[in-house]
């Protein structure tokens, strides 16, 4: 974040909206994510978090593909079952591969920003590395890398692998609009002055609160959505 910062603006229209943007190529690599710390370093709380894993991880909001497009769980959730397969019969493997964006998804007006998600093992631990074409910087990489790490963790469990390895995220357009500067020299200014991560557990401590309300809550809002289509 504080690369992006400092960063020179791009002017102009760009493929998303139009708006100046900050922009870097931004490459990532976290040595172990099994323990994790999480940073609040996001315009969002636990909850909305709790939210956000549950679409990724269970496709709670699957039923939304039809007004956005597509979700990233329905783009990729046929394929887990292969990518766990492949993991459980060759730990050597190196086609264990989510292909999130297909060419269908890439011709919408807002085509899917997330692209890959590779797995391999090493050592005995699961290691992902994910590629994105497009990341905003401010209100979505901090969730977009919690939620697909908690993957991770799903896939480990199902391919009977016991530890979370590296954890690597290239974006290609790392960037901030400019409607989002002050909020992201904000952050940057808070990192300096004291720690705003919290600890796993915390985290998990939320899950086990407010999990099962969020389910609810997405099972409501497809009966909602499915009559509202009935009618039309």
């Known amino acids: 974040m504080k690369a992006l910062n400092k960063a020179d603006v791009v002017m102009g229209k760009n493929q998303d909206r139009e708006d100046h943007l900050k922009e870097i190529h931004l490459v990532m690599d976290i040595d172990s994510v099994q323990d994790l710390k999480i940073t609040m370093a996001m315009p969002t709380g636990l909850e909305t978090l709790v939210d956000y894993v549950l679409e990724i991880v269970e496709g709670t909001k699957d039923f939304e593909k039809d007004m956005y497009g597509y979700t990233y769980h329905d783009l990729f959730s046929k394929n887990i079952d292969f990518v766990i397969d492949k ?95 002050k909020a992201l020299e904000g952050y940057c200014n808070m990192f300096d002055v004291r720690d705003c991560s919290i600890d796993y557990k915390d985290y998990l401590e939320a899950y086990a609160d407010y999990a099962d309300e969020s389910r609810e809550k997405s099972a409501m809002l497809k009966i909602e959505q499915e009559n509202k289509n009935l009618k039309q």
């Open 87 to 181: 993991l459980k019969e060759d730990p050597t493997t190196r086609q264990a591969t989510l292909h999130v964006a297909n060419q269908k998804a890439a011709r919408l007006n807002h085509p899917p920003c997330l692209q890959l998600i590779h797995y391999t093992i090493k050592d005995g631990k699961l290691n992902t590395d994910v590629v994105f074409r497009s990341n905003d910087g401010v209100k979505a990489v901090a969730m977009n890398i919690f939620a697909l790490i908690e993957l991770s963790r799903y896939i480990a469990r199902e391919a009977g692998v016991k530890e979370l390895g590296s954890y690597t995220h290239n974006a290609l357009s790392f960037h901030a609009y400019n409607r989002d500067w």
